[in-house]
């Protein structure tokens, strides 16, 4: 009974699109939450520690206060927006029960996660450049390896938003949804160098820091800044690749056991 | 009918929830290419189960699903590129347009875009109007309405339509026949679940019915209905027997109630009912009655019978 053009195609990216846009849809429909909501918050520190007190304190490895506090400022809402958009997304299809319809369609995990994961990434580096954008009303920067910079800050993005999905398919309430984001990221982001060089820590303190993940993105990123880093850029973009990596696997795993989907 | 290759085959189909709930023992059905196939059970019997499973939603625990011959884990992207659902639950994307959700659902089967498609799929299910209103300005029938234009927006050759009228108004469940059967007419077949008996009756081709999770009688309608056109006349008797006379072995009698009753079952589309002729052998054997009445099985007692002789 089946004819050549049913055949379905090896890669169904009609579907990558259709979410894709059904998540920039639903972004561009709250631009308050969704944009100027975290702009304005991060925009906040910049007023404060850059402008006000940023003024009186010293530099830090050269570079004035309110300047070396932006990379880390861009990470730290990098990673809650990239969690908090993509963790939402996934949640809330399987909260409203329209999950069905993705579980349904002749989409592969990865498929499904590559429409959610491109589109919470695409909105936290459009959000980091807006911030970046106002950051120099406030305090003069410079930026040595542009490159480099949007590199760490796709890959932060991807890496955090895949932390997002695996999140949002694990939580089986709005508490949870919060728990991770807030309870643990936002403490390793404030404890991980977004306003301080870890060099300035005692020495015990600085190794403990060396287990925080987030040292090395905020670490690698404010390198491609100002040149200077608390831990050598190589050592950054590995351990960046590397949660990178587990998140992939673990999001394999979650879909291909349907684990707390399919059960 | 020329012998066809069913469209869906389930065999030794199980399913075991993590809670140790066993929804579905082991379950073997083969719908037929362009039928409309109706699954009937009370609340609870798997029938939801069932669909979530051949569908993708549910992973089984033992057992093979094939949808148009393509396996349904193995080849999933052929099997489910096939297949429609419109799931019980009201679950809709409440910011949504109309237009835009139904184009979503094309695009996600990766179906090429074409408006032309969903304009038609709109005006069936008369949502035309309503084509760029949010989804949670409509009414509750509006947006089954809405998950029906969903479930076809990819043109599926199988529709599943779990509880479609559950909750619905007379209008609607109307305007939704009259779809199924224009969709049958179209080749699509379609298999939908009710635990209305009335339903299963007026729509399906063949019967299915499931209760604890197994399938226990698969029919075709009409036999069915040659069943439910059986009645059974019982005669009190004023005085009770032992035995029935031999005169009367040739009737399809029982002796029910301590030998109070005779219970003659006999078939009304028969030319002759036979009726006439066991009175009067009746009388003839000397066996007096004080009253009589007969009764209809439905295919509600058929049902009810059938799920109570499994418990």
Not at chain 1, 206 to 211: G, Y
Not at chain 2, 295 to 311: A, K, N, P, T
Request: glycine share 8%.
């Amino acid at each position: 009974m089946t004819s050549v053009s049913d055949a379905p195609p090896a890669f169904n990216g009609r579907a990558i699109a259709a979410i894709y846009r059904f998540e920039m849809a639903r972004t561009l429909r709250t631009p308050l939450q969704s944009v100027v909501s975290p702009v304005l918050s991060t925009s906040l520190y910049f007023v404060v520690f850059g402008a006000a007190i940023g003024s009186r304190m010293q530099e830090i490895d050269g570079i004035a206060y309110g300047a070396f506090i932006v990379p880390g400022l861009i990470m730290l809402t990098l990673l809650t927006q990239s969690i908090a958009n993509a963790s939402f997304a996934i949640y809330f299809p399987k909260f409203t029960g329209t999950i069905y319809e993705l579980l349904s369609a002749p989409v592969a995990w990865w498929e499904v996660v590559l429409g959610y994961v491109g589109a919470a990434a695409t909105k936290s580096v459009v959000l980091g450049l807006i911030i970046l954008l106002t950051a120099t009303f406030f305090v003069p920067l410079r930026i040595e390896h542009p490159f480099w910079m949007l590199l760490f800050l796709v890959l932060t993005a991807v890496t955090f938003s895949l932390f997002g999905v695996i999140i949002g398919i694990w939580a089986d309430g709005f508490e949870r949804l919060q728990v991770v984001p807030l309870l643990v990221v936002t403490p390793l982001a404030f404890l991980g160098g977004s306003f301080y060089s870890i060099d300035m820590l005692p020495p015990l303190w600085r190794t403990v820091a060396l287990f925080n993940p987030v040292v090395y993105l905020i670490s690698g990123f404010r390198w491609s800044f100002f040149g200077v880093a608390d831990v050598g850029v190589g050592v950054s973009l590995g351990m960046t690749l590397a949660f990178l990596l587990v998140c992939i696997v673990a999001t394999g795993w979650i879909f291909r056991t349907g684990y707390r989907l399919k059960n | 009918m020329p012998a066809m290759s069913p469209i869906i085959s389930v065999s030794g189909l199980s399913k075991t929830y993590a809670s140790g709930f066993q929804a579905l023992k082991t379950v073997d059905l083969e719908i037929r290419q362009g039928e409309i196939f109706a699954l009937l059970g009370p609340n609870g019997a798997g029938k939801t189960t069932l669909i979530s499973i051949i569908c993708g939603l549910v992973n089984p625990s033992t057992g093979t699903v094939k949808a148009d011959g393509h396996d349904i884990v193995t080849d999933y992207r052929a099997a489910r590129a096939k297949i429609g659902l419109v799931p019980q639950e009201l679950t809709t994307d409440a910011f949504e347009t109309v237009r835009a959700t139904v184009s979503f659902s094309r695009g996600l089967f990766g179906k090429r875009k074409d408006p032309d498609l969903v304009e038609r799929v709109l005006k069936d299910l008369s949502l035309w109007d309503k084509r760029d209103t949010q989804i949670r300005r409509l009414s509750g029938g509006m947006k089954r309405r809405v998950m029906i234009a969903k479930a076809l927006a990819h043109e599926p050759r199988i529709l599943f339509l779990d509880e479609p009228t559950a909750g619905v108004d007379v209008e609607l469940r109307q305007d939704m026949w009259q779809l199924v059967r224009r969709l049958r007419e179209s080749g699509v077949t379609i298999i939908l679940t009710t635990h209305y008996i009335e339903e299963a009756e007026e729509m399906a081709d063949r019967v299915g019915v499931i209760s604890k999770g197994e399938i226990i009688l698969v029919e075709d309608k009409t036999e069915l209905m040659r069943k439910l056109g059986r009645k059974q006349l019982t005669l009190s008797l004023q005085a009770p027997l032992a035995a029935l006379p031999e005169s009367l072995a040739g009737y399809d009698l029982i002796l029910a109630a301590g030998g109070d009753e005779i219970v003659f079952t006999y078939d009304t589309k028969a030319e002759r009912t036979g009726i006439t002729a066991l009175l009067q052998a009746l009388g003839e054997a000397g066996i007096r009655f004080r009253d009589l009445n007969t009764s209809q099985s439905s295919l509600e007692d058929i049902f009810v019978s059938l799920v109570r002789g499994r418990s």
